[in-house]
């Protein structure tokens, strides 16, 4: 009786310093986020002040306005949406149709196209920028939408994802009694693959979207003009010129940062979901 | 050709695998811009003395690579490289497994935790860059007011070069935590629960289960994690940009990096074969890393 409440209060006191050592890591996580949130609504007086305060004396939304007066940060958040948008539907649409031809067909040289896929899939994207950049300048797609874009409309993972999802969804069966009954080859892909393949292709979809969202190097290789910049390169110039103003700073870090919280606690369970598959792949 | 060896196939098969071949084409002509013919170029373009301005370019083989190892600023790029993705591997590494061993079980709160912990992976990396920045600076920042809490002096964390990689690192271990530690908490609870029930009868507790059971059956996707995160650190170029940037004459002064010294090559030298050069480097040690990968998994199945 003694041993079972002496182990029943360790299981107890061990669980306690589980969640103390799990929540003082969890504010470790979370301090860059609360000091810019709260330093955002700081008036500048007190942002330099030493010891620094966590919390505003006079808490203003002043600098969001500010921010707004001194760079068009609304064309920045379109332009990222819009090229965001772009690439995904153009990844979720590509990955669909290759995923599919891959799982599900027999052709001369599959293995051949796949092994090229494997190999665009292991080399980053940032060593190859070189002659892709001379192509736009070549081509005149320096500083246009076509020309930001354009390498965020492929992605091989998801032809992998989808391939994979496809492959144990759907049986052969299916697929023949869809061709008995008259189902053309490009209508089994409308008509039976599509709405079977919409959980993986959300998840694919997010992650299509984020990976445009937070596009550097590229838009900034291309985007020379304030029109044609993403929130990203727009942040980042913004940062160059207001370089000591802090209270502005992190009210621009604060709304490129919110839209992708807010999707991110509503879409949790998927992404971390989505976030996981990549592993299980390997 | 292609006709001769469609022969063999019925007229069924033949009109499916042309449909194969029309579907594919639009994707394979985007890949083959974007992608193959691009990394075709860089190999290429590698093996020439190649400016943006001048048109004739000449070929000089392999001088660009020669060049480079006697270059102390692409070698120190590639010191800091290194270090920078060997010591943030290896942190957060060492940080998340313990963290992924209690979240796995069946605990409260589990997914909370995971969620605030997986939080800074899925935020955009130039936001919280510059926050960063605002945490590490000198006179003002809230690190220098923690550590003078604890009575340690003020340290110019962005500003000296041997602090200044840490800092990067610091912040790339915070940033990659969670996703160590969603990926580590899919490889144990894939672990079948029979193995430690069978070790509890042996009387196997504690460290020998994790030494005999955990380690060896996790390890597959302990090198799933470390290497991709290793190929995500050696990629490492939008924090060095951001925060290095408009603190000395030019940005990535304080801390040069792999990917920094390939841009600045290229895109404010214009000197583009020798930048390709670099390029091939870094896809050589990508490739390299996958490839350990591939081969260990293998050897495991």
Avoid at chain 2, 35 to 49: E, G, K, V
């Amino acid at each position: 009786m003694s041993k079972m409440t002496k182990d029943h209060s360790l299981g107890f006191l061990q669980r306690v310093l589980k969640h103390l050592a799990l929540i003082i890591g969890s504010i470790i996580m979370v301090i860059p986020f609360v000091w810019m949130f709260t330093t955002a609504f700081k008036p500048e007086v007190e942002v330099l002040i030493w010891p620094p305060k966590l919390l505003p004396k006079a808490p203003t939304y002043q600098n969001f306005i500010d921010l707004f007066r001194q760079a068009p940060f609304f064309r920045y958040f379109m332009n990222s949406v819009l090229i965001s948008g772009i690439s995904t539907i153009s990844i979720l649409l590509i990955s669909l149709v290759g995923g599919f031809i891959f799982s599900k067909y027999r052709f001369p040289g599959k293995n051949f196209l796949f092994t090229v896929l494997i190999v665009t899939a292991i080399v980053p994207f940032e060593s190859y920028v070189i002659p892709l950049y001379t192509t736009m300048v070549k081509w005149g797609w320096i500083n246009t939408y076509r020309g930001i874009i354009a390498p965020y409309l492929v992605m091989s993972f998801g032809i992998f994802l989808l391939r994979q999802h496809i492959g144990s969804t759907i049986s052969d069966e299916l697929m023949d009694a869809a061709r008995i009954d008259g189902c053309s080859e490009f209508g089994i892909l409308t008509r039976i693959v599509l709405p079977l393949s919409k959980s993986s292709g959300g998840a694919l979809g997010i992650f299509a979207f984020t990976q445009a969202w937070i596009a550097f190097m590229w838009p900034l290789l291309l985007a020379n003009k304030k029109e044609m910049f993403n929130m990203e390169i727009g942040l980042t110039m913004f940062q160059y010129r207001f370089s000591t103003n802090y209270s502005l700073l992190m009210a621009g870090s604060v709304i490129s940062v919110v839209p992708m919280i807010i999707i991110f606690v509503v879409l949790r369970r998927q992404i971390i979901e989505s976030i996981s598959l990549t592993g299980l792949k390997g | 050709m292609q006709g001769l060896r469609l022969r063999k196939y019925s007229p069924y098969e033949r009109s499916r695998i042309l449909f194969c071949y029309v579907m594919l084409l639009p994707i394979f002509a985007l890949f083959f811009v974007l992608r193959i013919w691009p990394i075709i170029r860089t190999f290429w373009m590698s093996l020439f003395d190649w400016n943006l301005i001048g048109r004739n370019h000449s070929f000089i083989g392999l001088d660009n690579y020669a060049m480079l190892f006697q270059d102390p600023q692409f070698l120190l790029s590639m010191k800091n490289t290194f270090l920078y993705a060997g010591a943030s591997v290896a942190l957060c590494f060492v940080i998340s497994l313990p963290i992924a061993m209690v979240l796995a079980k069946k605990m409260r709160f589990s997914p909370f935790y995971q969620a605030i912990y997986f939080l800074p992976f899925i935020t955009p990396l130039v936001p919280m860059s510059v926050a960063w920045k605002w945490i590490y600076d000198p006179m003002y920042g809230i690190l220098n007011y923690i550590l003078s809490i604890f009575g340690m002096p003020s340290v110019g964390w962005l500003i000296y070069p041997n602090v200044a990689i840490w800092a990067l690192i610091i912040m790339n271990v915070w940033k990659n935590l969670g996703y160590n530690i969603v990926l580590l908490m899919v490889g144990l609870r894939n672990i079948s629960p029979v193995y430690y029930e069978a070790a509890s009868i042996d009387g196997a507790y504690g460290w020998k289960k994790f030494q005999y059971i955990t380690w060896p059956l996790l390890k597959p996707m302990i090198l799933y994690v470390v290497v991709t995160s290793t190929i995500n650190a050696f990629n490492v170029f939008t924090q060095v940009y951001v925060m290095t940037l408009g603190s000395q004459a030019a940005p990535g002064r304080a801390v040069r990096v792999l990917l920094y010294d390939i841009y600045e090559n290229a895109f404010r030298y214009f000197r583009l074969g020798y930048a390709s050069a670099e390029a091939v480097i870094l896809t050589i040690i990508v490739i390299a890393l996958t490839v350990v990968q591939f081969k260990y998994i293998k050897s495991e199945v």
